[in-house]
């Protein structure tokens, strides 16, 4: 069992389920920095809880499965849209839209909001945390030898502040089945969190077709 | 500057603040989750999106800051409403409600839903990495070691499944202005994920008062 989901969509339904979900997803997130932010007041708050009920209950009358899962499509197109740092769907995640460069860097640019930080006006240490390793997941992947973390190690050089950030991880070398993968996440000023990982090939997803991820 | 705020908020105030706010980021949690596994037909998502943009322009009339910060009051009862993990007031934070222990232990029981999703039905490393970093945090804090995170480091032993998990942490040693902190992530089967932490106390909070924080 690999809890992967190949499917049936095409490549319009795959679209179509972006446009009719992506924008709930989208206000969820504006909505989750006004939580933390607004003072109106109690009877304004209240009004606004009883609303949000009646859209939970509009959206929670046909339900998928327990959790979103990954899945991919005939054409080999993958929709980690549950996922907590990139999920289109997923109102936790900013979500980050990384790029792929040919040389194995990957790199995403990102502002995190109120409901990221940890210290005052800092982003939180373990979200640092959180996005460098999907980063270095995905460098891993885009290297050709994708995996679950190891091991994960996070150096902290200064606060990270709030707002416009820029990620980037690289695959260095490779033992075996692990992958030794590094990044950081910086702001203009410069680096702010390093980080190294080790990506391990899951035991079901090794074959004779070489450790890559197999669907069949 | 610090970025804490000491506030005249009365415990009444403060209670009044968490029983108004509170709510909000409660339902926006179920509609997270539910964001992720809807299946509705495409005119309800859109009459969704329009009744959550409602919400936020009801939410939006009256803002504070840009970020919650830390607030404490004179009584020394800190919150931090708006942190990634424990604020009460953020939609992105399961929350944790740690408990803490005279033997120095803190602990929190929760549970993680499909919105803190990695590889399919488990929970995220990131995610992991995020709540071990707080616990951490909070035991160097428990044990009057408190600190910003220097360098963390997690090793991930299993998968750990979406649901009900417990997370501990425990201050080993200091040296300096150094705290060693150790702590983990279990499901009902035993430990998942294991974290170490070296946490440090920042320049402006080092003082006559031997490493206390101070907020005067």
Redesign the interface.
């Known amino acids: 069992m ?4 190949l499917d049936e969509a095409t490549t319009q339904d795959i679209e ?1 389920e972006q ?3 992506g ?3 989208e ?2 997130r ?3 920095e ?9 009877e ?6 009883a ?6 209950t ?13 899945r991919f499509n005939k054409e080999g197109f993958g929709r980690p ?5 990139v ?1 289109v ?4 995640a900013p979500p980050l839209d990384i790029q792929r460069e040919d040389d194995g860097r990957i790199w995403a640019d990102f502002v995190l ?10 982003v ?4 640092s ?6 980063l270095l ?1 995905e460098a891993a992947a885009h290297a050709g030898s994708p995996g ?9 050089r200064r ?1 990270t502040p ?1 707002g416009k950030l820029h990620g980037e991880a690289k695959m260095t070398h490779t033992e075996g089945v692990k992958s030794f993968v590094s990044g950081h996440i910086a702001d203009a000023e410069g680096v702010c969190v390093e980080a190294e990982g080790v990506f391990i090939l899951p035991r079901w997803a090794r074959g004779e077709n070489n450790g890559k991820l197999r669907f069949d």
Request: negative net charge; hydrophobic residues 40%; glycine residues 14%.
């Open positions: 690999t809890g992967y989901i179509r446009a009719t979900y924008p709930i997803a206000v969820l504006e909505l989750a006004v939580s933390i932010r607004t003072e109106v007041a109690p304004v708050a209240a009004e606004a809880v609303r949000l009920r009646e859209v939970h509009m959206l929670s009358a046909e339900l998928g499965g327990a959790s979103y899962g990954t849209w549950g996922n907590a740092v999920g769907r997923n109102p936790v909001g109120p409901q990221y930080e940890g210290p005052p006006t800092l939180h240490g373990g979200v945390a959180l996005l460098l390793d999907q997941g679950m973390t190891g091991t994960l190690t996070i150096r902290y606060g709030l």
